[in-house]
């Protein structure tokens, strides 16, 4: 696989790339980023997560066994 890197200036919202020998007939995945987080190595920013409230810490209680199947084996019928 041959992999291609290069740095444009947008020019009215568009980008030309000239593809070498090889690349023009065949599928591409372009990826587009601000070369500013590509050379100072910062990672992209991700979306903040979300916390529940600690009013909530302690109200949830399991009363079944999640290991245990739902039904018992001789409902089904499918095994005889």
Same mark, same amino acid.
């Given at each position: 696989? %041959?992999?291609?890197? /290069?740095?444009?200036? $947008?020019?009215?919202?568009?980008? &030309?790339?000239?593809? $070498?020998?090889?690349? %023009?007939?065949?599928? /591409?995945?372009? =990826? #587009?980023? *601000? +070369?500013? !987080? &590509?050379?100072? @190595? #910062? +990672? *992209?920013? /991700?979306p903040?997560?979300?916390? $529940? !409230?600690?009013?909530?810490?302690?109200? &949830?209680q399991l009363?079944? @066994?999640? =290991?245990d $199947?739902? #039904?018992?084996?001789?409902?089904?019928?499918? &095994?005889?």
């Amino acid at each position: 696989m %041959e992999a291609m890197r /290069l740095f444009a200036e $947008p020019i009215n919202h568009q980008l &030309v790339i000239d593809l $070498p020998p090889g690349l %023009e007939r065949c599928r /591409l995945e372009i =990826i #587009v980023m *601000p +070369a500013a !987080s &590509v050379d100072q @190595n #910062v +990672a *992209p920013v /991700l979306p903040r997560r979300r916390k $529940p !409230s600690p009013l909530l810490a302690g109200t &949830v209680q399991l009363k079944d @066994n999640l =290991i245990d $199947p739902a #039904v018992p084996e001789t409902d089904w019928d499918a &095994v005889k």
